[in-house]
């Protein structure tokens, strides 16, 4: 069931399209990335979802009640939906028990029992109760600024880059506790983040923006399989894209012959393969040259950028014509091959034509 | 005003807290002089009142206060307001228990420099007191020009004693923003 559905939202700031033209719907306990280059105005997106900012056209509706009509919008304090900005943007005159209880009901009675039991849910330590904001590290300052906005029990919670401002390592944690506690508190979110990783592996929907339009959305295996266009395809990850003719349920490219759900669609195309679709084997160089040709191909590795878990081979393939340039493709430090070599590139899976 | 020419920076804004800079900026006998003429020439009845008095120390000391507020208003990210009001509280609530709380000390800061600069004030309040009004300043000033410097120095130690604890406060608020 539809919770949150954005129609036709613009958002303009001078002569800068921000929010261009935006449509989209959130399922109900789902979890959605908005993911995007800086400055692709997914920040504005959240910022009228939230009610900070009005938009100039077009409706955004929650549970059905009408947020936003146009300019005229339900402020931001009636709205009931929950934001997590990338610092935690905690009150740093209040202790983390006040920054919590910040939304409940000064008042009532269960007040505090209410404010352990959300320090509980985002694994926070009671000691830290009496702290300050400043006495707190990253991480820490997230988990209150995440049980503040639970505190009042949003219909819907907004995640504005959260882990942007932690270490790597810290960011990876973070996101699966996040990730844990929305999904057991059953509340909708939307994420934005400028981090494709970010995006993919936390979100059921992933919504791709560009330069303030709605390029692709859909599950992340959708996404990242099939993107809609090269810029896409790079944008969520490591591709490879190169120029093939199609045939019946197979493409010819300098990768040989690979199946491909062509359809009714023949001639030339550009098609996207990702790198751990690729496996490489060395051969003796006999073989390589004898056996080469459209079906199979051979490469020699023209240089190695040893770095680590993943290195970059670079391959300038055999019997491909001259305008085809080497190939840099990212391959594990297992078995790799030396400079000089030659392999047999094998894909598996098919290979993504571009509409 | 602070908040107005942090928050929301328009041109009508800018403009506006130019005008008191350069309010800000005239030495204290040019405002005095011309609350005189106005008030001699249109409304004699508030020359030499408590009044004119005040509205000449607003004029002359508003751009300090506002200068500390606004540094301290600029300190309070906008993102803590917009927190406040995810959190239920309405705009007005958000200024007022955020940015206002979190102004508190750059304001009470600002309330010292001014009244630091009221308790040494002399030209104003010598042209626009009502007749009869004594301040430390206007004292020290009566008795150094006629040479009695024994007299005076009472005067003079009063304005350096008062000045010590606003002194001591502005001190720590400037040792509390470095330290953090």
Same mark, same amino acid.
């Given at each position: 069931?539809?919770?949150?559905?954005?129609?036709?939202?613009?958002?303009?700031?001078?002569?800068?399209?921000?929010?261009?033209?935006?449509?989209?719907?959130?399922?109900?306990?789902?979890? +959605?990335?908005?993911?995007?280059?800086?400055?692709?105005?997914?920040?504005?997106?959240?910022?009228?979802?939230?009610?900070?900012?009005?938009?100039?056209?077009?409706?955004?509706?929650?549970?059905?009640?009408?947020?936003?009509?146009?300019?005229?919008?339900?402020?931001?304090?009636?709205?009931?939906?929950?934001?997590?900005?990338?610092?935690?943007?905690?009150?740093?005159?209040?202790?983390?028990?006040?920054?919590?209880?910040?939304?409940?009901?000064?008042?009532?009675?269960?007040?505090?029992?209410?404010?352990?039991?959300?320090?509980? +849910?985002?694994?926070?330590?009671?000691?830290?109760?009496?702290?300050?904001?400043?006495?707190?590290?990253?991480?820490?300052?997230?988990?209150?600024?995440?049980?503040?906005?639970?505190?009042?029990?949003?219909?819907?919670?907004?995640?504005?880059?959260?882990?942007?401002?932690?270490?790597?390592?810290?960011?990876?944690?973070?996101?699966?506790?996040?990730?844990?506690?929305?999904?057991?508190?059953?509340?909708?979110?939307?994420?934005?983040?400028?981090?494709?990783?970010?995006?993919?592996?936390?979100?059921?929907?992933?919504?791709?923006?560009?330069?303030?339009?709605?390029?692709?959305?859909?599950?992340?295996?959708?996404?990242?399989?099939?993107?809609?266009?090269?810029?896409?395809?790079?944008?969520?990850?490591?591709?490879?894209?190169?120029?093939?003719?199609?045939?019946?349920?197979?493409?010819?490219?300098?990768?040989?012959?690979?199946?491909?759900?062509?359809?009714?669609?023949?001639?030339?195309?550009?098609?996207?393969?990702?790198?751990?679709?690729?496996?490489?084997?060395?051969?003796?160089?006999?073989?390589?040259?004898?056996?080469?040709?459209?079906?199979?191909?051979?490469?020699?590795?023209?240089?190695?950028?040893?770095?680590?878990?993943?290195?970059?081979?670079?391959?300038?393939?055999?019997?491909?014509?001259?305008?085809?340039?080497?190939?840099?493709?990212?391959?594990?430090?297992?078995?790799?091959?030396?400079?000089?070599?030659?392999?047999?590139?094998?894909?598996?899976?098919?290979?993504?034509?571009?509409? | 005003?602070?908040?107005?020419?942090?928050?929301?920076?328009?041109?009508?804004?800018?403009?506006?807290?130019?005008?008191?800079?350069?309010?800000?900026?005239?030495?204290? &006998?040019?405002?005095?002089?011309?609350? &005189?003429?106005?008030?001699?020439?249109?409304?004699?009845?508030?020359?030499?009142?408590?009044?004119?008095?005040?509205?000449?120390?607003?004029?002359?000391?508003?751009?300090?206060a506002?200068?500390g507020l606004?540094s301290s208003?600029?300190?309070?990210?906008?993102?803590?307001?917009?927190?406040?009001?995810?959190?239920?509280?309405?705009?007005?609530?958000?200024?007022?228990?955020?940015?206002?709380?979190?102004?508190a000390p750059g304001a009470a800061a600002s309330v010292a420099l001014v009244?630091?600069?009221?308790?040494?004030?002399?030209?104003?309040?010598?042209?626009?007191?009502?007749?009869?009004?004594?301040?430390?300043?206007?004292?020290?000033?009566?008795?150094?020009?006629?040479?009695?410097?024994?007299?005076?120095?009472?005067?003079?130690?009063?304005? &350096?004693?008062?000045?010590?604890?606003l002194?001591?406060l502005l001190?720590a608020q400037s040792?509390r923003i470095?330290?953090?």
């Amino acid at each position: 069931m539809t919770i949150l559905a954005i129609e036709r939202t613009s958002k303009r700031y001078g002569p800068v399209c921000a929010v261009d033209d935006i449509s989209l719907t959130v399922p109900s306990g789902s979890r +959605t990335a908005i993911v995007g280059p800086s400055g692709s105005g997914k920040t504005t997106l959240l910022r009228i979802i939230a009610g900070f900012e009005a938009p100039d056209s077009g409706s955004i509706r929650l549970d059905g009640e009408l947020l936003a009509d146009g300019p005229s919008i339900i402020p931001a304090h009636r709205r009931g939906i929950g934001f997590v900005t990338q610092d935690g943007s905690l009150f740093p005159h209040l202790s983390v028990a006040d920054n919590i209880g910040f939304g409940l009901e000064r008042r009532s009675p269960d007040r505090h029992k209410r404010i352990l039991e959300l320090m509980d +849910t985002v694994e926070l330590d009671r000691i830290m109760l009496d702290r300050r904001p400043h006495q707190l590290s990253g991480g820490q300052q997230q988990r209150v600024s995440l049980a503040r906005a639970l505190a009042r029990e949003p219909r819907l919670m907004l995640l504005d880059e959260p882990f942007s401002a932690l270490d790597t390592g810290l960011r990876e944690n973070m996101r699966k506790a996040v990730a844990a506690v929305l999904k057991k508190t059953g509340i909708t979110t939307i994420l934005v983040t400028h981090d494709q990783n970010e995006a993919l592996s936390f979100a059921d929907q992933v919504a791709v923006l560009r330069q303030g339009k709605l390029v692709q959305a859909g599950s992340p295996r959708e996404l990242y399989l099939k993107p809609v266009d090269p810029v896409t395809a790079a944008f969520l990850g490591d591709a490879i894209i190169l120029p093939a003719e199609l045939g019946d349920g197979w493409s010819q490219s300098a990768f040989g012959r690979v199946a491909a759900d062509t359809g009714d669609r023949r001639g030339a195309a550009d098609i996207m393969l990702r790198p751990e679709q690729l496996k490489l084997t060395a051969v003796a160089q006999a073989e390589a040259l004898q056996n080469s040709d459209a079906h199979t191909r051979y490469a020699k590795v023209s240089d190695i950028e040893f770095g680590g878990a993943v290195c970059n081979v670079v391959l300038s393939v055999l019997g491909a014509d001259n305008a085809c340039p080497p190939m840099q493709i990212r391959s594990s430090a297992i078995n790799l091959p030396a400079m000089g070599d030659h392999v047999r590139i094998d894909v598996t899976g098919k290979v993504h034509i571009f509409g | 005003m602070g908040w107005l020419s942090v928050r929301a920076t328009g041109r009508f804004q800018r403009i506006l807290e130019a005008c008191h800079y350069y309010v800000g900026s005239l030495p204290g &006998v040019v405002v005095a002089l011309a609350l &005189v003429t106005i008030t001699v020439r249109v409304v004699l009845p508030l020359y030499q009142t408590a009044a004119t008095l005040l509205l000449a120390y607003a004029l002359l000391f508003l751009p300090r206060a506002l200068v500390g507020l606004r540094s301290s208003i600029a300190q309070a990210p906008v993102e803590l307001e917009r927190a406040a009001m995810a959190l239920g509280r309405t705009p007005v609530q958000a200024v007022s228990q955020i940015t206002m709380r979190l102004a508190a000390p750059g304001a009470a800061a600002s309330v010292a420099l001014v009244a630091l600069g009221i308790t040494n004030e002399l030209t104003a309040t010598l042209m626009l007191a009502p007749n009869g009004t004594r301040t430390l300043a206007t004292e020290f000033w009566a008795l150094t020009s006629e040479i009695d410097y024994a007299a005076a120095a009472p005067y003079a130690l009063m304005m &350096v004693v008062l000045s010590l604890p606003l002194t001591l406060l502005l001190y720590a608020q400037s040792k509390r923003i470095i330290g953090r």
